[in-house]
């Protein structure tokens, strides 16, 4: 920009970076100006960006004002750029984890996973008056006849419908066809009827992010037009995965408006509450995912996450948010909003349930010389990690609000008084 142009950043390489104690590094909290816009509005501000002379103004004031000319644009960095966070990888040798064979179905990958947690946990989860099964619950409980999966099935599209009433309008759904998630369930019936359910996940509800391609539904990105604009043919290679296992797809979750947010707050399918307090949102851009998991509707779920997609929601609804390495995943049907940095997710209500549905979904399509090994690790140790130091950055942490930092101190509190944890400050 010539005299427009601010003073740039200049970045040292990454190996000469000094974060310890007497770090010089300054931490920069900008104050961002960035307008806030959905539906209707989106498209009339990308109309005037698109304009000539006045668009180029508008961007160059947007990103001056939110430090991106200075920081990104602008900036002097020796390093060439990491256009997919993709790495050379050295498979090392683990403790406690079990080595999966090569080429395994992803039924037998889901088998490999249940062989590597306890023998039963505490059945029922119970947080705060809300009940979760976890996935060997349901499983345990098909097998015994306790119930089947098309009673679940009907349980699961009665709690939909009334946390979709207006009194409620929870939010957790942009699609729910009741006829094929019945079809779904009654054929997992069967097969539990003969004695050959195909795996632990067969019959367990599990809620799909509506960026994340899965018949016979449309993938909308939480828009009203790209599921017109855009078909969907097929399932993405996740949920192909998660069928072959025979989970029953419940759905398409609901999610913040192409993903462009955090908060869940959707204005053309509703916003995703959170079940813990319906007057507060269940973060996003996964909002729907954990907002049923959260629930007890789905012991799992799938999201995307790019920056944080997954994990956030996971934090602002209490349950487990696990965002695996570039490239363990296929990407195959997954709408490309972020694809440098984004993949599918999973939310789960446990650690083992998060690991039992990794285990379905992984893609083990590539040549063995391309992807690292499938270690699966043994829960079964009952031990607590003991040794565990935090590293804390004072800038860092106390850029929040006083609630917020007030939960975090005891969180870091209540690991150092169980399990001994140290944290030091820097």
């Known amino acids: 920009m010539g005299v427009f142009s601010s003073s740039a950043k200049v970045y040292q390489p990454a190996a000469e970076v000094d974060l310890g104690p007497g770090s010089g590094e300054l931490y920069i909290s900008p104050n961002v100006k960035a307008p806030r816009v959905a539906g209707l509005l989106v498209k009339i501000f990308v109309w005037i960006l698109e304009l000539p002379i006045v668009g180029w103004v508008l961007l160059y004031i947007l990103k001056k004002d939110n430090l991106i000319n200075k920081l990104v644009s602008e900036a002097e ?21 079990s080595l999966t064979k090569p080429n395994l179905s992803p039924a037998e ?30 499983s345990r409980a098909y097998s015994s006849g306790e119930t089947t999966p098309a009673q679940v099935a009907k349980r699961f599209l009665a709690a939909v419908k009334e946390s979709s009433d207006p009194t409620l309008n929870m939010g957790f759904f942009i699609s729910c066809d009741p006829e094929d998630i019945m079809k779904q369930a009654e054929e997992s019936t069967l097969r539990y009827q003969r004695g050959a359910p195909l795996s632990a996940l ?23 037009w790209l599921g017109k604009a855009r078909p969907c043919g097929a399932d993405a290679e996740c949920v192909a995965q998660l069928r ?13 408006e192409l993903g462009a947010g955090t908060s869940g707050i959707n204005p053309h399918h509703g916003s995703a509450r959170n079940p813990y307090n319906a007057g507060k949102v269940a973060g996003g851009s996964s909002s729907g995912s954990a907002a049923v998991v959260c629930a007890g509707l789905c012991p799992v779920a799938l999201g995307v996450d790019g920056g944080g997609s997954v994990r956030m929601p996971a934090a602002l609804c209490g349950v487990v948010g696990f965002k695996p390495t570039a490239g363990r995943l296929s990407s195959a049907g997954v709408l490309p909003l972020n694809w440098t940095v984004g993949m599918a997710g999973i939310l789960a209500g446990t ?76």
């Not at 072959?244 to 913040?256: D, E, F, P, R, S």
């Not at 935090?390 to 101190?409: G, P, Q, T």
Request: hydrophobic share 35%; proline share 7%.
């Open 77 to 97: 960095i020796p390093e060439p750029p990491l256009f997919t966070a993709t790495h050379s990888w050295e498979d090392t040798p683990e403790q406690n984890v």
């Open 202 to 224: 067969d019959g367990v509800l599990v809620g799909v992010k509506d960026e994340i391609d899965c018949l016979p539904y449309p993938t909308t990105g939480g828009t009203r």
């Open 351 to 426: 650690v083992e349930d998060a690991a039992i549905a990794y285990s379905a979904i992984v893609d083990q399509s590539q040549p063995s010389y391309f992807r690292p090994e499938l270690n699966l690790p043994f829960l079964t140790s009952t031990p607590s990690i003991s040794n565990v130091k935090l590293a804390k950055s004072a800038k860092w942490f106390n850029d929040s609000s006083d609630d917020i930092r007030s939960c975090c101190d005891k969180a870091l509190q209540t690991l150092h008084t169980q399990y001994g944890w140290e944290v030091r400050d820097y």
């Open 244 to 256: 072959a296992c025979g989970a029953v797809l419940a759905g398409k979750t609901n999610m913040h």
């Open 109 to 138: 990958r889901v088998q490999e996973a249940v062989g590597c947690l306890p023998e039963r946990l505490e059945s029922t989860l119970v947080a705060d008056g809300l009940k979760r099964w976890t996935i060997r619950d349901f």
